[in-house]
């Protein structure tokens, strides 16, 4: 279990075993046998390294430490236990009668033979709905061991995009470690698969803040034994009336338990001595959560009396409307225009822009772009905000807004800052974006053919960030990963369209080794409205061409062949052969999907011709060792061993150790196949060494699982179960190797 658990924070913070062992001063192979379950009793100095490296604090540090202890019992393998609980509310108070409701639905799941329990908390905005649900998901934590699911839907976020019932799932999917190339094609099969994976295991699911029923009835699971808490601004009936969900309706704080929420934020002693203007206080606020908690959050800051406090509060409340039509907590945007008025000058123009950020979150270089200040003014700006409760900061150097707080500063920036400002700062963003992840892919993949869309020169008050290593751009992918998705949708739609072809152009390498297909597939579909805009045949035939190779990998045939071939007739009319090139040898890995190796033969020799007439070398050794590759699906070896060196000497030339990878593993293949097990482990082996070099854990895992095969058809089983056993090891440390993970372990069982 502790492996597993050692595991999961890892990924959870997109670090490979070499970074962890960097971060902790522990061995790469210690830590690969704690997280297979090798160590029996780790030390409490490795625990307490390895807490404080995935930044472990409070419960969730003593559940860490706990699991070390029993290390002795580990969960059946590919049984995750996932914890996605946000951070238990400080400051909690009141809500008696909503937290018995719910305890008296705990007791109604526990009840066999009855459909799912849904509860949906619904009520107006910043009435305390998350706060109210978090805190009883902690409080029953232990009554769902099998773990506890949370998502934000996104339902009323500014920008309208919403999150999608296929991205909760897919996300679901991750939480329960469910490999990206395992998780089928369309919204009914995923949803399928994740509640075949709740089946009779007792989880918590939190849906939170949904739109409406649609949103969220993909993500009900069928089990039981399962729970779901759905939050939302709007009453759920149709949840209530076809799934029997349990409607909670929240409402603005009894007055007495608002003053027990400013007590607990401002002491007993203050309140008590100013009650007058306490009650004032609470009524300006409506005795709403949110509310209450920003005026606390100044009165503590500031010592000033409550009275005047009190007094400006209320005097905000007459000038401004309600920050939402309909709310009846009008004077929260009094509460909130009162801490803006209260920012110093550039604070307050940050907090405005920050609300044309696409989000989830914001690094403080991507702020100090948006803005077009120094990274460290702008940090501190970042903490005048922080501190005045209008915005949080979820993780070192990155903040997140409240919903209604996004709503307002979009609100501020789109009424005080003029259209060409608003569209500077956009544009800066994007340059910030762009620039910082083209650098970062030119790092990670260097012999790539360069972008068909040239970027032209970052705003000169954008700062794009300076990445020095394939670690250093990993991590910055692995974080950014969803912001630069949203930004890729921001670009196109706000008509900044070189910007979100470039950025699709700059996510593929990282999306590509990852296994992200369906992230990969939207960023192109972005990429193509923008290359349709732009009228550029290249662009267009690129994002054609992307479009397919992600609807191949994503199994999505008929969509891959059509995409391809418009890529190929947009490259005829461009006249672009290599772009031909590059397509047949889209259709050639299409064709081998489909079970037509003889197509694709054809395929991968038209591209050969093609490069060849173009003069691109490195176009041509890729298409030679497709040539031998797909002799030898078809049995002909020696026509592969005629093709693939020749491939292999151009890699050579050009220094494309990748190439040399690929070239060794085709001629392994065919060596294997016509009995030479001596010269075919000897080309696995000296593939090994590449991939290994390069970062790639993936091909590393398939080429040692080759060289298992041909130790073992060699007659040398036990080197045979080595190569599986590494192999193995390394699949399972991978989000995508599942399928892969199978059939090594079925060589182990079966042939060693």
């Not at 606390?296 to 009396?305: C, E, K, Q, V």
């Not at 020169?457 to 992918?477: I, K, N």
């Not at 692995?478 to 706000?494: F, I, K, S, Y």
Request: proline share 5%; hydrophobic share 40%; glycine share 8%.
């Amino acid at each position: 279990m502790f492996g597993q658990v050692v595991r999961s924070h890892r990924r959870r913070l997109g670090l490979t075993q070499e970074d962890l062992a960097g971060k902790t001063g522990l061995s790469v192979p210690s830590i690969g046998k704690i997280e297979a379950g090798r160590v029996a009793a780790p030390r409490q100095s490795t625990v307490r390294v390895l807490a404080d490296a995935f930044g472990l604090s409070g419960p969730e540090r003593n559940r860490f430490h706990a699991a070390a202890a029993d290390q002795g019992g580990e969960e059946p393998v590919g049984r995750s236990v996932p914890s996605q609980l946000p951070t238990d509310v400080s400051g909690f108070t009141g809500r008696e009668r909503e937290l018995r409701e719910l305890d008296g639905l705990l007791a109604l799941a526990k009840e066999p033979e009855r459909p799912v329990v849904i509860a949906a908390v619904s009520g107006t905005a910043g009435v305390g709905k998350s706060a109210l649900v978090v805190r009883w998901a902690h409080h029953v934590r232990k009554a769902f061991p099998d773990g506890q699911l949370y998502v934000n839907l996104r339902g009323f976020h500014p920008d309208g995009l919403l999150l999608e019932p296929a991205e909760a799932i897919r996300d679901f999917l991750d939480a329960l470690v469910v490999p990206p190339q395992r998780i089928p094609t369309g919204l009914s099969a995923q949803a399928a698969l994740y509640r075949s994976l709740l089946a009779n295991r007792r989880i918590l699911v939190v849906l939170d803040n949904a739109r409406d029923a649609e949103q969220v009835r993909p993500l009900l699971p069928g089990s039981s034994q399962c729970l779901v808490l759905v939050t939302s601004r709007n009453q759920l009936t149709p949840l209530v009336a076809a799934h029997g969900a349990h409607p909670i309706t929240l409402d603005i704080l009894p007055v007495e338990d608002a003053r027990k929420l400013l007590a607990q934020r401002l002491g007993d002693d203050r309140v008590a001595t100013e009650p007058d203007a306490t009650t004032d206080m609470i009524t300006a606020c409506a005795q709403l959560p949110l509310a209450l908690s920003i005026a606390a959050a100044r009165a503590r800051h500031t010592r000033f009396p409550l009275a005047t406090l009190a007094a400006e509060l209320g005097e905000a409340g007459q000038r401004l409307d309600a920050l939402d039509a309909g709310d009846e907590a009008s004077q929260v945007r009094a509460v909130l225009s009162w801490s803006y008025a209260a920012l110093t000058t550039q604070a307050a123009r940050l907090f405005r822009l920050l609300g044309l950020h696409p989000g989830p979150d914001v690094s403080t270089a991507a702020a100090a772009s948006l803005a077009g200040r120094p990274v460290p003014v702008t940090r501190r700006l970042l903490t005048e905000l922080v501190r005045a409760s209008l915005l949080t900061e979820h993780a070192p150097g990155r903040y997140a807004f409240h919903d209604l707080l996004r709503v307002y500063a979009g609100d501020l920036t789109g009424s005080i800052d003029p259209d060409d400002t608003r569209r500077a700062a956009v544009a800066r963003l994007l340059d910030h974006y762009t620039h910082t992840a083209y650098a970062a892919t030119r790092l990670l993949n260097s012999h790539r053919d360069p972008i068909p869309l040239q970027l032209a020169p970052a705003a000169p008050d954008s700062r794009p960030q300076h990445l020095t290593d394939d670690r250093e751009v990993t991590a910055w992918f692995t974080v950014e990963h969803p912001v630069l998705l949203a930004a890729v949708r921001q670009a196109v739609d706000a008509g900044f369209d070189r910007h979100a072809w470039q950025l699709a152009w700059s996510l593929t390498t990282f999306l590509n080794r990852r296994g992200h297909w369906h992230d990969l597939a939207v960023a192109w579909e972005a990429a193509l409205r923008a290359g349709d805009r732009l009228a550029d045949e290249t662009a267009q035939a690129y994002a054609h061409r992307l479009s397919g190779a992600a609807a191949t990998l994503l199994g999505r045939h008929d969509d891959a062949d059509e995409h391809l071939r418009h890529a190929l007739t947009r490259y005829a009319a461009a006249g672009n052969p290599v772009g031909q090139a590059d397509t047949h040898r889209n259709l050639a890995h299409l064709t081998e999907r489909l079970g037509d190796p003889e197509r694709a033969l054809h395929h991968a020799q038209q591209a050969l011709a093609l490069y060849e007439a173009a003069g691109h070398r490195r176009g041509q050794a890729f298409a030679l060792n497709a040539v031998g590759w797909y002799h030898a699906l078809l049995g002909e070896y020696h026509q592969a061993l005629a093709s693939c060196p020749q491939a292999l000497d151009l890699f050579q030339q050009l220094g494309d150790r990748f190439g040399e990878a690929e070239t060794w593993n085709s001629l392994g293949y065919a060596h294997h196949h016509l009995g030479h097990y001596g010269q075919a482990a000897d080309c696995y082996t000296l593939a090994l060494t590449p991939y290994r070099d390069l970062g790639d854990r993936y091909e590393e895992a398939v080429t040692l699982a080759h060289l298992g095969d041909t130790h073992h058809a060699a007659g040398n089983p036990a080197a045979a179960r080595t190569a599986w056993q590494d192999a193995l090891n390394i699949l399972a440390d991978l989000d995508h190797s599942d399928p892969d993970a199978d059939a090594v372990r079925t060589r182990l069982h079966d042939r060693a």
